[in-house]
């Protein structure tokens, strides 16, 4: 069974892994959540970081 993707340039979503305009599409939905999650930490520095650029 195939999933939903969604383009990287163009946010177009497809069922194919390039988009019509050449970019990859990748999977939208965000990982389960698990209350162990040894990477959530690095996430909302990320995040932070981000919000900082803009």
Avoid: Q, S, W
Avoid at 30 to 45: G, S
Avoid at 46 to 51: G, I, R, S, W, Y
Wanted: glycine letters at 4%; aromatic letters at 8%.
């Amino acid at each position: 069974m195939r999933h939903i993707l969604k383009c990287t340039k163009c946010g177009a979503f497809t069922m194919k892994d390039k988009c019509d305009c050449g970019a990859k599409a990748v999977n939208p939905k965000p990982a389960k959540y698990n209350p162990e999650d040894p990477y959530a930490d690095y996430r909302r520095k990320a995040k932070k970081e981000l919000e900082k650029k803009e």
